[in-house]
């Protein structure tokens, strides 16, 4: 079943929305809990796969990929699926698979195999990604107001609270994440099966002449083509923006233990540290980028950013980078969430197309990024490792200002930026 495109607007009971929009939030709670589940257990899954140390760091950085291929393939694949049948049915299958997806790397023992399932977990990764991102866009335009942020925040709770479990479990069970793994798969598996019965359904989905949106500045793109490129352009910052949130996600716990020779359980709490900045960033996200528009926020966290990566590189002891991972986590916090978001409101008939498009490239940031990163830690060091993501954050300051001109953004209006829920609008009188 395709969306609505009855003239009536839906007008939601305010329970029903708060269910709508706390499905999402659980989306993106997965998502990181997943994730998180996946970092802290890095080190037990090199080794048991005989993939630790030194000499195992391109064998992982190929696990990596493998991921990050998954990752592009479902972000594409699903854009069409969600405007066809739309956003409850695709996020409801991807709740369950994607957390059951990470179960098999802790029980296979070949690197073949592995690489295997580091492609069925990516390819789950990027759907149930995409698909949450369509879904809050939907549950956004109801309420009126910029909530993505916030949704984007249950993605580090989720990773926080991970982290704290998966760090306790790596350091008691070192030499596999099996315990880990599956406790949280088959966990997050059931939760999801439950909560996806309070997605929006197709009929409660909004017309697309129901906008909240207006275009500040800038010349609105028109025609499917100009729509494309202005996708393409969006997915690029997003690519670069992914990398260099996804690195310390992938390499902060090896960079920590071998950079300053500290325990496993030490490390993971770094990655744990810059999991908890990205969710407190997250949740004031939405009420800066209203206070200071979106093009200096994005500027603004994206210089923060960059000190956070000088931070962690240059430090030699552990309080330094700890420091280094929150100031990191802070910076990267709002700038994906203010990309998808400003994606998906410009032709949203056609939002998971785009945001497959812009999830798509900048999933891509997973595909080239471990390849990237890995040439760089084996030919100059593990300590070379923050060198990429730094300056593809330079890319996003420069010319994420420039791009976001042309985004829409949220009518000002008194009960727009209401906090305390959604807003009841008569029919609009005005159009996309």
């Known amino acids: 079943m395709s969306r609505t495109e009855s003239s009536e607007i839906p007008q939601l009971d305010p329970a029903r929305l708060r269910k709508a929009r706390f499905a999402t939030f659980f989306g993106f709670f997965q998502l990181g809990v997943v994730v998180f589940a996946w970092s802290t257990g890095t080190s037990p899954l090199r080794t048991h796969l005989g993939i630790d140390g ?34 409850r049915r695709v996020v409801s299958v991807c709740l369950v698979l994607f957390p059951l997806s990470v179960i098999p790397l802790a029980y296979v023992t070949g690197f073949a195999a592995a690489f295997a399932c580091g492609l069925l977990m990516g390819v789950t990764r990027g759907a149930v990604d995409t698909a949450a991102n369509a879904h809050g866009v939907e549950v956004e335009r109801h309420y009126g107001r910029p909530i993505m942020s916030a949704f984007h925040a249950a993605y580090p709770a989720g990773g926080f609270v991970s982290g704290l479990l998966g760090s306790a479990l790596a350091s008691r069970f070192t030499d596999s994440p099996a315990v880990s793994f599956t406790l949280i798969g088959v ?40 729509v494309t490129a202005v996708m393409v352009g969006f997915g690029v910052l997003l690519l670069a923006a992914m990398l260099a949130e996804g690195a310390p996600v992938d390499w902060g716990q090896e960079f920590v233990r071998r950079g300053l020779d500290t325990s496993t359980a030490a490390a993971a709490f770094a990655v744990t540290l810059y999991s908890g900045a990205l969710f407190v960033g997250r949740v004031f996200g939405d009420r800066l980028a209203l206070a200071f528009g979106p093009r200096r926020t994005v500027l603004a966290c994206s210089l923060t950013a960059l000190v ?81 993501p730094f300056a593809l954050i330079v890319v996003v300051a420069v010319a994420g200002p420039l791009l976001m001109r042309f985004a829409p953004v949220f009518r000002a209006r008194p009960d727009a930026a209401a906090p305390t829920g959604p807003r009841h609008r008569e029919p609009a009188r005005h159009t996309d």
Request: net charge neutral; hydrophobic share 50%.
């Open 54 to 87: 030194a000499g195992g760091d391109a064998a992982f950085g190929l696990l990596a990929l493998a991921i990050g291929i998954g990752a592009a393939v479902g972000c594409f694949g699903v854009g069409p699926v969600l405007d066809r049948l739309g956003p």
């Open 187 to 226: 966990t997050m598996a059931v939760c999801g099966a439950v909560i996806s019965r309070w997605l929006l359904t197709p009929a409660e989905l909004l017309p697309r002449h129901a906008t909240v949106t207006e275009i500040p500045s800038g010349s609105r793109p028109h025609g499917t083509a100009t």
């Open 308 to 388: 956070g990566f000088v931070l962690i590189s240059t430090a030699d002891s552990l309080t330094p980078v700890y420091v280094g991972f929150v100031v990191l986590g802070l910076g990267m916090s709002i700038i994906a969430p203010l990309m998808l978001s400003s994606a998906g409101r410009i032709d949203s008939a056609n939002a998971g197309r785009n945001l497959g498009i812009v999830n798509g490239i900048g999933y891509s940031g997973l595909l080239i990024g471990p390849a990237a990163i890995t040439a760089v830690v084996d030919g100059a060091g593990l300590s070379w490792m923050a060198v990429v």
